[in-house]
């Protein structure tokens, strides 16, 4: 496995690999490894050649500076546990390779980017597809791999690999999950036990939605009440939004129709900010 920070030299050797016609496959990370970052490389090392990991905390898509700052960093430990899954190569380029002076081209996806976690963040999704696009150029992977749990990042990244023709297919992996449902997620360290414990009531809430679909349940304001209702009956939740929303479009839907429908929750414990998802069919409705 080799540890390459600068673009220059990280794009040279992706164009002999490519020259090689080997498949790349790409995970965009910002590092703080864990399962679920486990699986996105698990897959690419199945479907690709060479399998690049990018670890880069990336300042555009921080609202607070102090988030930014306190943000975990341990590249020894991260590199460590690549190493054991046969990663090819870490991309882990400095700040001021990515954002030299004079830096002034940013991508903004409208409409998808506005919405749900975007409402709070404003600027979020737009340094996300920014440091996407910049990766996606310098690697120029066949496959990048992401998570499904950060379900309006997904919409966004698609969004835009579509509308800026970017030949990268985009692959999207289920929510790894704790034994109690708890979908993975480096916050879930900053909850109490009790907390931990009591999150657990957001998938809970989000299989009764799945399981009223599949009882003929497709009204989108009834789902909402429905796990409205049975996350708030856990006292230590708060409910910051219940989304039933186009799965592609993230616009608010009345009644679940033919196309996939997610219902995207973002609840708090404490100071701890959880956000979780399911997509639902009307048929045949499958969770991720
Ligand atoms: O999901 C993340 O870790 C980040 O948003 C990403 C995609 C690596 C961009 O910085």
Request: aromatic residues 6%.
């Amino acid at each position: 496995m080799e540890i390459i920070n600068r673009p220059q030299r990280m794009m040279s050797a992706m164009k002999k690999l490519r020259q090689e016609n080997k498949v790349l496959a790409l995970i965009p990370t910002m590092g703080a490894l864990h399962e679920g970052h486990m699986s996105l490389v698990k897959k690419a090392r199945q479907m690709a050649d060479i399998v690049v990991v990018s670890i880069f905390v990336n300042p555009t898509q921080f609202n607070e500076e102090a988030d930014l700052e306190k943000y975990p960093r341990d590249l020894t430990a991260d590199a460590a546990l690549l190493a054991d899954f046969q990663v090819d190569f870490i991309y882990a380029p400095d700040s001021s390779d990515i954002y030299g002076e004079g830096f002034s081209t940013f991508v903004t996806v409208d409409e998808v980017s506005d919405k749900l976690e975007g409402a709070s963040r404003p600027g979020h999704f737009r340094g996300v597809a920014t440091i996407v696009t910049i990766l996606l150029n310098t690697i120029r992977p066949d496959f990048a791999y992401f998570g499904q749990k950060d379900a309006q990042q997904v919409a966004v990244i698609k969004r835009l690999t579509e509308d800026l023709a970017i030949d990268t297919e985009i692959v999207v992996m289920p929510i790894v999950r704790e034994d109690n449902g708890l979908a993975r997620s480096s916050r879930n360290e900053r909850l109490t036990k009790k907390q931990r414990n009591a999150a657990s009531i957001i998938y809970a809430s989000l299989l009764k939605a799945q399981n009223a679909v599949e009882n003929g349940e497709l009204n989108a304001s009834e789902l909402t009440e429905m796990v409205r209702k049975n996350i708030e009956s856990e006292p230590l939740a708060a409910t910051d939004y219940i989304a039933v929303v186009d799965n592609e479009t993230l616009e608010p839907i009345e009644k679940i129709g033919d196309s996939p429908v997610l219902v995207a929750v973002a609840v708090r414990f404490g100071e701890i900010r959880l956000i979780d998802n399911i997509i639902l069919e009307k048929k045949a409705s499958s969770g991720i």
